[in-house]
């Protein structure tokens, strides 16, 4: 039975790419029952009806899913922030990223309309950038034309199932239009009564975009933790799993505990307060959050 990779995923059909070719496929009867969704990324069997179309008929266990993007087996997560229409705002990439950490994706962060912004932002700006390098993410930086920081980020994307993802009117479209010119992706301006853009990605697809696999995703502004329990949040802070060794009490939450190595490399300095604190309204956040499933 022919194997493939799903491609796209649109209108009910699933497009695979096999040795043989791409083929518009179904997903089997019985996946609904097994509660089985096909995503893009999966890698599937499936029987050809004929020469462009087929039945998937089993999809083969993940490295790791998103839900929002829905996709799967994506070994890193290109995080796009704009800093300036909309305005970059560190709650919300530490969102996505507590989301990708918490799938065990590498991140890579990506500020866009480097050029936007005056000089006093500029050096804020650069402060971030600073910070997030200090927690050993790699940061990239591009111009509104996306000229400028494409030669950085190519030797990221080589060989790689990326997902760009990011708040609406970042660039993410902009940035793949870049990277590959015929792609010819539809964009649009921000919107100046809503501060954010127009949603103009209305499906996962991947693309082949420099010597790897890159998934365009429709844009969303906010993120929930219904997947993450409070006792996994602090592994997806990468400057506290560093320090968490050094706690008195093991599992730690980083909360009111004494002698907590955390809290006192914040009191320092070496972990920048904002982080911190967005860490405690997270962790709050999934304390205060709503049983998925009603209690019998």
Do not use: W
């Amino acid at each position: 039975m022919p194997r493939g990779t799903i491609r796209k995923a649109m209108s009910g059909f699933y497009y695979v790419k096999s040795d043989e070719g791409t083929f518009q496929c179904r997903g089997r009867g019985l996946f609904r029952k097994q509660n089985i969704t096909p995503l893009v990324g999966d890698n599937v069997e499936f029987e050809a009806d004929n020469q462009t179309e087929g039945v998937i008929t089993s999809v083969a266990e993940r490295e790791n899913e998103l839900a929002r993007p829905p996709i799967a087996n994506v070994d890193q997560a290109i995080l796009v922030s704009s800093v300036k229409e909309p305005d970059f705002h560190t709650k919300l990439l530490d969102r996505f990223l507590v989301v990708i950490e918490s799938k065990f994706i590498l991140p890579i962060i990506c500020f866009t309309k480097m050029d936007l912004i005056s000089e006093e932002n500029q050096e804020e700006i650069q402060k971030y950038i600073e910070d997030y390098q200090k927690i050993g993410y790699t940061c990239v930086q591009t111009s509104s034309e996306i000229d400028e920081g494409l030669e950085e980020l190519l030797p990221y994307v080589k060989g790689k199932t990326s997902v760009v993802a990011g708040q609406s009117g970042v660039g993410k479209s902009s940035l793949l239009n870049a990277l590959q010119p015929n792609l010819e992706l539809k964009t649009d301006d921000i919107s100046a009564a809503l501060g954010r853009g127009k949603h103009t990605t209305r499906h996962v697809e991947l693309l082949e975009i420099g010597d790897g696999l890159i998934a365009d995703t429709p844009g969303f502004s906010s993120l929930d933790f219904q997947e993450i329990e409070k006792e996994t949040l602090p592994h997806c802070f990468p400057e506290f799993v560093e320090r968490a060794s050094q706690c008195k009490f093991r599992g730690c939450s980083h909360q009111n505990e004494p002698k907590c190595a955390v809290k006192a490399a914040v009191e320092n300095g070496e972990i920048p307060a904002y982080r911190y604190e967005h860490y405690k309204e997270f962790y709050q956040e999934i304390v205060d959050r709503k049983p998925r499933y009603p209690s019998s």
